[in-house]
């Protein structure tokens, strides 16, 4: 099962790192990920290793200062160059399958991204998996004070203690300046999120402090998808694709999947 990587340039000349899995034969479909904040997407081993066997081509992307690309750590002057990177690899995955539907799943920080992107260029896509993302609510509660992200990401402990120990993981503070951007791009989908049409999958782990639960049921609601679905795990924590019932969760995408395709 053949694996590549490779990089594209993106805004300001940035180069941005990508990986893909291709299947024996031909793809059944396209899984175009878009990872979460401060990780990257070599920390989507479960997906791939679920998906890639039942013939779907998996593309993933390190967002600009993530990961193996360029670009000062986690920082980001506007959304729009997350959004803009999105459609150049969007264009590279289309020249390399011409003919497959093409579905973006995103997660978190991914999420929102995916989302934004689906505003934009939503006829482009088969439809919109999300993980973990949503938009405002005021059902969402603060995060407990200290609580660091890491503990909130899965009930595994050897996940965390992965999370905490990967060297392309970025553990510092977010940078000046990257909070209003993305307050930004937050306050841009909550107010255009009505726009969306195309067939989405909203996935979250109920349970999860950051608030996943109440924020992907705002979505659903907000969404004029004709076909929408909601799917939430009662005692799931943010990761819902590396905690312990993840086949459980890529058996339900798989069949939100085989629907469509």
Known sequence: MPHRDGSFEGMKRYKIYYQRWLPEGAPRAVLLVAHGFAEHSGRYQNLVDYFQPLDYAIY??????????????????????????????????????????????????????????????QDELAGLILSGGGIASDKVQPRPAGLELADTLSRDPEVVAAYRNDPLVYHGPPPTGRDSAMAQMREHLTAEAGKIRLPILIMAGAASPLG??????????????????LKLYPDLLHEIFNEPEWPDVMADMAAWLEKRI
Do not use: C
């Open 60 to 121: 993933a992307l390190d967002h600009r200062g993530h990961g193996k690309s360029d670009g000062e750590r986690v920082q980001v002057d506007s959304y729009t160059e997350y959004v803009s990177d999105l459609k150049t690899f969007f264009d590279l995955v289309r020249k390399e399958n011409a003919f497959e539907d093409v579905y973006l799943v995103g997660h978190s920080m991914g999420a929102t991204i995916a989302t934004a992107y689906a505003l934009q260029y």
């Open 212 to 229: 996943d639960g109440p924020r992907s049921e705002a979505l659903f609601e907000a969404v004029s998808s004709p076909d929408k679905t």
